[in-house]
């Protein structure tokens, strides 16, 4: 009788982190992965625009990668396919919108031709080799989420997605528990559950009280004009702003990139309703009054680049901000964002407008469940292990203290890092075993993956502590100085103000040099790796800074 394989379980993104989700399953000679998600840069990334999951371990295994499984379309699960995709041809399954989000990305990469995007509904399942894929209807802040039923050899895989428990939600179609309990009572080998705010108590509120807040804003500010900052993704948020603009005879302007993405492609599959003539270019908005007019846009996350915070810095071309003006921040800060988006709050009160934000009224509620969803979900699924994802260390550990709580055994619950694979054998036992390549590639511009730490470091060092190059030039065969030591300084110190300590650098430099010379060395990394010593030394006497040192020499 032949062996049965291993069934392998691990995660390339999403574990001990926030954002960049994507969970690899592999038996046998097949391997899928669930969702492909980015995750914004931290604040020592400098100048790295997004940071995406290393994809080694699939090239490694490129003839068993077969499809990819959609949960949603939040950019920390489908933002990184468009990198993915550049190197496999593998079919992509999702709901509506979840490939129409995904479309407007692949467009802009040139790759929608050649991608194969699979649409499904909730309650459909894909075959294919060894796997079944069954979709099963959940509530998240945004529309066609779902979380995923897996069937393999040794057992059934539940991924939760990332959900929340909403009785009431915008779309009208309910979190799909009876689905869960009934798979819950075939038997589940490991239930693949969201982390994100099971350190909270509790339950997370109804989108629509989010609603009927926009409703009491808006009565209460008849002659105001009224901007709402969130996710461009956030669908249901969006209807209801555009709900509340019709209803008090306002027009509607879209601004930010993403924001008229998502509406446009919202409205087109049918998921936003758009009365005819409420929205209106936002070069139409001098044709209003105040009270007339609500604009949408993007910057929630205080992004120097978006709309909101343009219009805070007064970068903005088209809309000015102006005494009286209400704005309402309709999201809550992602951890490492906060300081931008007070910043950007700040300079909005300055200019006198209104601000309102998470904490003041209820103009945000979480997408994610909160410990007594989670237990409810666990209730259903009754999982024999359980693996936490979706969330930090701290999320993962709180996860298991839950589960353990609710009488599952502590061995039985599994908090994993990126990269260790859990493995289970044909007896449905578990254990870790071992590790996959996994970690982060940083992008760049149109550069993926070439700058790393090193690259990182040194632009840390010239942020910190700015730069000077010497350059001299050397008569080629004799070594001797033609001219120079000229020494050029950007972020150290203002050469103006700095006469003297430039002179005297340049002085010990010369002196350095004119060794050199009196004892014939005439070898170029001798002569750089002397300049920066003594320039080092010297700067740091004086000064107790470390500018980077980038000695030139030119042979003539």
């Known amino acids: ?131 079944s894929v069954e979709f099963i209807r959940t509530t998240h802040s945004i529309a066609d989420s779902c979380a995923l039923a897996i069937k393999t050899p040794l057992g059934t895989i539940v991924h939760s997605g990332d959900f929340k428990v909403d009785y009431t939600p915008i779309e009208g179609e309910t979190i799909d528990l009876r689905r869960f309990a009934e798979i819950g009572n075939e038997g589940v080998l490991l239930f693949l559950c969201e982390s994100t705010n099971v350190e909270q108590k509790g339950y997370t509120l109804s989108e629509r009280n989010v609603g009927v807040m926009f409703q009491k804003i808006f009565d209460e500010s008849p002659n105001q004009r009224i901007m709402v900052a969130t996710f461009s993704s956030n669908i249901h948020r969006i209807q209801q702003i555009l709900s509340c603009a019709d209803m008090h005879g306002r027009k509607v302007a879209i601004m930010g990139r993403s924001m008229e993405n998502a509406v446009r492609t919202a409205s087109e599959l049918g998921y936003l309703t758009l009365p005819e003539g409420l929205v209106v270019d936002v070069s ?53 964002n906060e300081k931008t988006v007070s910043r950007v709050i700040n300079e909005l009160m300055r ?95 149109l550069g993926v993956g070439d700058v790393g730490n090193i690259v990182l470091r040194d632009r840390k060092h010239l942020s910190q502590d700015g730069l000077m190059i010497v350059v001299l030039i050397m008569e080629r065969g004799s070594g001797a100085i033609i001219a120079g030591p000229d020494i050029i300084s950007r972020g150290f110190v203002y050469v103006r103000e700095s006469e003297y300590l430039m002179d005297e650098a340049r002085t010990k430099v010369r002196n ?35 500018p980077m040192i980038l000695p030139i020499i030119m042979e003539i």
Request: charged content about 25%; overall charge neutral; some cysteine.
């Open 284 to 336: 139409e908005l001098k044709n209003y009054t105040d009270g007339q007019c609500v604009i949408i846009t993007t910057g929630s996350q205080g992004e120097p680049m978006a709309a909101l915070s343009r219009m805070a810095s007064s970068e903005h071309k088209q809309v000015e901000i102006k005494p009286g003006d209400k704005i309402i921040i309709s999201s809550s800060p992602i951890p490492g």
């Open 1 to 131: 009788m032949q062996k049965k394989s291993k069934l392998k379980v691990f995660a390339l993104g999403g574990l001990l982190e926030i954002g960049k989700n994507v969970t690899a399953i592999e038996y046998d000679n097949e391997i899928i992965i669930v969702d492909c998600g980015v995750a914004f840069p931290e604040e020592n990334m400098l100048g790295i625009d997004l940071v995406i999951p290393d994809f080694q371990y699939l090239e490694k295994n490129k003839d068993k990668f077969k499809a990819v499984y959609l949960t949603h379309g939040h950019e920390d699960h489908i933002g990184s396919l468009p990198y993915l995709l550049k190197s496999f041809d593998v079919p992509i399954y999702g709901t509506r919108l979840t490939l129409g989000l995904l479309e407007n990305k692949l467009r802009e990469h040139n790759l929608l031709q050649k991608s194969k995007l699979h649409k499904v509904m909730p309650g459909d399942t894909i075959k294919k080799g060894h796997f």
């Open 351 to 445: 200019k006198g407008a209104d601000v309102i934000y998470e904490g003041m009224m209820d103009v945000h509620v979480s997408g994610h469940a909160k410990q007594e969803e989670i237990k409810l979900m666990h209730t259903l699924v009754k999982p024999k292990y359980l693996m936490p994802v979706h969330g930090e260390f701290r999320h993962l550990r709180a996860h298991k203290e839950l589960a353990v709580s609710m009488g599952m055994k502590s061995e039985n619950v599994f908090v994993m890092g990126l990269g260790e694979v859990l493995e289970f054998s044909a007896d449905g036992s578990a254990k870790r075993a071992g590790t996959v390549p996994a970690g982060q590639v940083l992008v760049d511009g």
């Open 512 to 546: 350095a040099l004119d060794s050199c010379e009196e004892n014939s060395i005439t070898e170029w990394s001798y002569i750089k790796n002397l300049v920066k010593d003594v320039l080092k030394d010297y700067l740091w006497q004086k000064t107790k800074r470390s």
